[in-house]
């Protein structure tokens, strides 16, 4: 079963910051430079979790992933969004 998350960052090393975003941007699809929105099986997460951890300072860096649900459409109004449109999202496949 997949699930939506929304995963936010903010790392302080330009060097570990590049990597975390190159990570998440496996897994999912990019609202904003470090905010994604990522449709996740149970091992997904697991894995984008451990892959994370092995790149941040968990002193200095945070990584934030919110559940949002199973629901795609519903995860998506979920947001509110001002200015230019998100892409939309459609059993994991990014529709532009």
């Known amino acids: 079963m997949r699930r939506c998350f ?3 960052y903010d790392i302080r090393d330009p060097k ?6 190159t990570i998440i941007k496996g897994y999912g699809e990019s609202w904003q430079y470090s905010i994604f929105f990522c449709v996740l099986k149970s091992i997904d997460r697991v ?4 892959e994370l ?3 941040m ?3 200095e860096d945070q990584c934030l992933l919110i559940d949002l649900g199973e ?3 519903r995860a998506r109004d979920s947001a509110t969004v001002l200015g230019q449109s ?3 999202v459609e059993s994991g ?3 532009i």
Not at 16 to 21: A, C, I
């Open 57 to 59: 300072n968990l002193h």
């Open 93 to 95: 496949t990014v529709v």
């Open 16 to 21: 570990r910051l590049r990597r975390v975003h």
């Open 71 to 73: 629901d795609l459409d």
């Open 47 to 50: 894995r984008l979790q451990a």
């Open 86 to 88: 998100l892409a939309k």
């Open 53 to 55: 951890e092995e790149v």
């Open 6 to 8: 929304l995963v936010c």
